[in-house]
């Protein structure tokens, strides 16, 4: 990873709270719980999701940065999403959280120098090693992902409900 890789990483980390809390602004109880089909993830649980990995890359990038061998703790995101009841979190904090744990996370990742991105950890799931420059290359790119999530469930959702408000006109 160059220095300018590093620092394109780093203003798109930066930049994905907000874009998120904007994507999600306004929307309903019913549009935030909707979920197109009963295994898939609901904006609310996408919402809970982003907070909680912000809890797992923080504590990644710190064993990188500062511990001798670390490994992961391996999680599944889907036993997390169930047990730690995504389904009824708050939007709201769930954003805010996301947002001051992905800035808390920056204003580290902002002195790492050249030479510490290539420190590393073991994943077991994995079975290899991923360095700190690979988990910014993550971070950089996980709330684009969930961003585009969420866009396409916007439209699911308004979708289904104005299919539900034509069947009712049809019907009357
Ligand atoms: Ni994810």
């Not at 511990?67 to 769930?94: C, G, M, N, T």
Request: net charge negative.
């Amino acid at each position: 990873m160059t220095e300018h890789e590093l620092r394109t990483c780093l203003d798109a980390a930066e930049k994905s709270p907000e874009m998120v809390a904007s994507a999600v602004t306004g929307l309903d109880e019913a549009a935030l719980g909707w979920k197109p089909a009963p295994d898939k993830w609901s904006i609310l649980e996408v919402l809970a999701h982003l907070a909680d990995v912000e809890i797992v890359y923080g504590y990644r990038v710190r064993q990188v940065i500062a511990d001798k061998e670390p490994v992961f703790a391996p999680i599944d995101q889907e036993d997390w999403a169930r047990h730690l009841h995504y389904d009824e979190a708050s939007a709201a904090e769930s954003v805010a959280l996301y947002r001051a744990n992905r800035l808390a996370n920056l204003r580290l990742l902002k002195r790492v120098t050249p030479g510490q991105l290539d420190r590393a950890g073991f994943h077991p799931e994995l079975k290899r090693k991923v360095t700190l420059a690979e988990w910014i290359e993550r971070m950089a790119s996980h709330g684009a992902s969930h961003l585009a999530q969420i866009e396409r469930l916007k439209q699911g959702y308004g979708e289904q409900a104005g299919g539900r408000k034509g069947r009712r006109a049809e019907s009357a």
